[in-house]
């Protein structure tokens, strides 16, 4: 006697339902074997790969920045789960206003929808929103809602959510250098003063510590004009997966790869394992 389709489709449930139990337990294991005394306290990320993933698919650029949206919201609460303490997403390049003007109209678009949909539920998860780059630049529309986010925002205590704007780390490095420049001009400044330390001040990053782990999406290999000063010591990494199809799974495993590395600063293996054996 031939199965039903009431058979067939209580079969498909069944194998449909074991495949979530098996892929839920993989992501708890993965989660897991995460050392949480070894997490990076700052991860940067260069969302790439919206596009190719929407023409992969037979739709318009734009239709892969609006799934890249999900893709934020689920590495955004990931990390705020994980322990994350700094989050930099590098949402728009100063080099992005040179795109078509349609395209670059609905990524504006996008960011206040997206901030105001989005504000209420980063309060609620006690995320902090931060916005560095040339906040000048972007149309007074997109000001309003990320000043309003973050006020809203300003009282969390948990990640804090940087999003990087119109940013150009080359602007960035020479708004610094002309700053401290008029600093000593006007005799407020001594040159022999000028550290490393005392530079990371005039940066837009001043309130954040380095990022220790710097994450692309999409198969390219470069970093694009992105935290250039405060990538120096940043373990870089890079996955083939567009930025639509990334998620936490995907954050994990760019975690435990992190958690294999040596991190040495200039030492040997042998100095690093004497004085900090926990980290090797």
């Given at each position: ?86 989050l930099t997403l590098y949402a728009f390049s100063a080099e ?145 997966v567009h930025w639509p199809d990334f998620r936490k799974p ?31």
């Amino acid at each position: 006697m031939l199965p039903t389709a009431t058979a067939y489709f209580c079969t498909f449930a069944h194998l449909f339902a074991q495949a979530d139990k098996l892929f839920f337990r993989i992501k708890m294991d993965q989660l897991q074997s995460l050392d949480r005394s070894k997490l990076p306290a700052h991860i940067a990320i260069i969302m790439d790969g919206n596009g190719r993933w929407a023409k992969d698919r037979g739709q318009d650029r734009v239709y892969g920045h609006y799934e890249g949206v999900v893709s934020v919201r689920e590495i955004v609460n990931a990390c705020g789960e994980i322990g994350i303490q700094y989050l930099t997403l590098y949402a728009f390049s100063a080099e992005n206003w040179n795109r078509p003007k349609a395209e670059v109209d609905a990524l504006m678009e996008l960011l206040v929808n997206t901030i105001r949909k989005e504000a209420e539920e980063l309060k609620k998860n006690n995320v902090k929103l931060h916005v560095i780059g040339d906040f000048a630049s972007l149309p007074e529309v997109c000001q309003k809602e990320l000043n309003e986010a973050k006020d809203i925002t300003s009282m969390n205590t948990g990640l804090n959510l940087i999003l990087a704007l119109s940013y150009s780390s080359r602007q960035e490095i020479v708004m610094a250098a002309k700053k401290i420049g008029e600093g000593i001009a006007k005799g407020e400044i001594k040159a022999e003063d000028v550290t490393e330390a005392s530079f990371h001040n005039y940066l837009y990053t001043a309130p954040f510590p380095d990022p220790e782990l710097m994450i692309r999406t999409s198969g390219e290999y470069r970093i694009s004009n992105y935290l250039l000063y405060q990538l120096a010591y940043a373990e870089l990494y890079f996955t083939n997966v567009h930025w639509p199809d990334f998620r936490k799974p995907n954050l994990i495993e760019a975690l435990l790869n992190y958690q294999q590395r040596e991190r040495r600063f200039g030492k040997t293996s042998e100095q690093i394992q004497t004085t900090n054996p926990q980290h090797v």
